[in-house]
Each structure stands twice: as structure tokens, then as C-alpha cells.
């Protein structure tokens, strides 16, 4: 049934390949079998709640991972509903564990010093945070980014004299944003730290991220081998998502618009850009309004 319904359901090939990574370490599971039997060769319409419930707590220690099987779980047996495989689903009832409201933690800026200091500029670890950092892409993005997505185009740098600048830009087709009906495609410059990290990456390959093994990373394989740089670097806490949302945040308090987050993340959903700027929002005000806690006018200010 799993097969089933990860090759006729409609989603996007990224969210396929997460649900099949999931579903298959569900489908290796022996703690619902006295005699060790792996879940994927029992019947599934024997599940219930209770299954269900002890198949997350296997993940208890990693709140996420326990969440993605139950939502994993659900989605699968309500396209089986639909399919009349199944007249019930399990998994609709079983609670999901309360973990980070914030979801992945956001890199701070010594946190991004610290992975700096520890990963010198020449280094490939340097290299994937450099492109991490300066397009604010997902790893599912990263892994596949290269050469291909490079392009100059002129740029009018002065309106009244018409003058223009040859710039380099990166365009990319993300996999598909949930929300989204089309594809959603990232076009921006390429920034200077990241220009310069790019004309120093290896120049045999067209993806500028490549295994030890000469090959382009898989997200899988990517993600692997980030997580060991910054468990290197004592960032154990922290993701490559975490860079992204990072951007965010200072993108938005430097003056980034809501519109323009939108642009440069590829989200569809305006509310998602908004939370970025209005938390940068909400800080600049405390920032200017904390002196009037004190009863009196700001450091500086005239007093007439």
C-alpha cells in the first residue's frame, strides 16, 4: 500500500522522497511483533491508536522525526480511504509531541561567527554555508545548486543618465513550496561572499557541491555531512534550515519588505514574510522606546 500511494499520490518529488524516508524506517519497525515480524509485513488494517501511538514514542527522544510519523502515518491512510484500502485512519486521533513552537532554531550571529572560525574560507564546509548564508535556499535546493543556475544580465544603475552594470544573478526553479500551484523560482545577484566563494569552488563539476566520492551530494548525503560540520564547529543545536530563517531575520531588520522576502525566499504565503517583519519591527521600537521606562526623555534627546 505504501508503494501505492507514494507513486499515484500528488506531491511534489521532494515531499514523496521525505514520506518514503519516513515510511520505510516506520515499515522496519518490530515493536508492534512478540516475534520481531517488521511492521511492513503485517496488516495494516490491524492498526489503531494505540499502534499508532507507540510507533511515534519509538522517536520520542526527537520531537520532529516522532511528529513527521504521525502526520506521515495519517496522510497515508487517508489517501488509503480514499482508495478503499481502508474505512478508518488510526493515526487521526493520536496527539503530537509539543516541541520548539519556533520550529528550527535560528542561527544568532555569534552562532554564525562561531561556524566562520571554525570553517575557514578554501574549506568545502566553508563553501555550503557561503551558498546556505547568500541565497537563503533549502538544502533540497543547495545540493543541486550550480553553474547552470549562473547568468549576467545589464542592470540600469543610474535612471536619468541610462547608465547600466553588467551583474551576475543565480536563477533557480525550487521544488515545489507547499501552497504553491506553480513552481516557484528564486532570482536574485549573487552577493559578493558568495561570488568569490564560487570562482574558488572545483571547476570540473557543473554542481558546485561535491562528495568526497567526486559526485554531487544527495539531500540526504548533504544534510549528513552538514550536520557533521557543525558538530564540529559545537553547533550540535543548530540546522541548515536554521541558516535560512537566519537570513530572514536580518534580511527583515535590515529594511527588507514583506513583498520582498517573499521574492527572496519563495514563499507564497505573505503571512510567513510578515512575522519576520514584524518581529523586526517590534525590536526597533523597543530599542528606541526602552528609555521611556526610566521616566524620562531619551539619552541625547533635546529637552525643548
Known amino acids: 500500500m505504501t508503494e501505492n500511494y507514494l507513486s499515484r499520490a500528488p506531491m511534489a518529488d521532494s515531499t514523496r522522497a521525505q514520506k518514503r524516508r519516513v515510511l520505510t524506517a516506520i515499515g522496519d519497525e518490530t515493536c508492534l511483533s512478540k516475534s520481531g515480524t517488521p511492521l511492513r509485513h503485517m496488516n495494516y ?40 484500502f481502508m474505512t478508518e485512519n488510526p493515526a487521526s486521533s493520536v496527539k503530537k509531541f509539543k516541541g520548539n513552537a519556533g520550529g528550527h532554531h535560528t542561527w544568532t550571529d555569534m552562532e554564525l561567527e562561531q561556524f566562520e572560525d571554525r570553517h575557514p574560507k578554501g574549506t568545502k564546509a566553508r563553501l555550503a554555508y557561503t551558498i546556505f548564508r547568500y541565497t537563503g535556499l533549502r538544502i533540497s535546493d543547495v545540493a543541486r545548486f550550480g553553474k547552470q543556475h549562473l547568468y549576467w544580465r545589464n542592470i540600469t544603475v543610474d535612471d536619468e543618465t541610462g547608465d547600466t552594470e553588467k551583474v551576475q544573478f543565480f536563477r533557480i526553479k525550487t521544488f515545489k513550496e507547499t501552497g504553491a500551484k506553480e513552481p516557484v523560482w528564486i532570482d536574485m545577484p549573487v552577493l559578493p561572499p558568495l ?72 514563499w507564497v504565503n505573505i503571512k510567513q514574510a510578515q512575522r519576520y517583519t514584524r518581529a523586526a519591527n517590534r525590536r526597533k521600537l523597543a530599542e528606541t522606546g526602552v528609555h521611556s521606562l526610566l521616566g524620562t526623555k531619551k539619552v541625547g534627546q533635546s529637552k525643548s
Open 45 to 84: 488494517n490491524g492498526l489503531t491508536r494505540k499502534h499508532i501511538a507507540l510507533l511515534r514514542d519509538q522517536k520520542r527522544d526527537k520531537v520532529e522525526a516522532a511528529n513527521h510519523r504521525v502526520k506521515a502515518l495519517s496522510a497515508l491512510f487517508v489517501w488509503a480511504i480514499d482508495e478503499e
Open 195 to 266: 561570488a568569490e566563494a564560487l570562482a574558488e569552488a572545483d571547476s570540473d563539476h557543473l554542481t558546485f557541491l561535491i562528495s568526497d566520492h567526486g559526485k554531487p551530494f544527495s539531500v540526504k548525503g548533504l544534510g549528513n555531512r552538514m550536520r557533521k560540520w557543525y558538530d564540529e564547529a559545537g553547533l550540535k543545536h543548530c540546522s541548515s534550515h536554521g541558516i535560512r530563517k537566519a537570513d530572514a531575520v536580518i534580511a527583515a531588520e535590515s529594511g527588507a519588505t514583506a513583498n520582498q522576502l517573499l521574492s527572496m525566499f519563495g
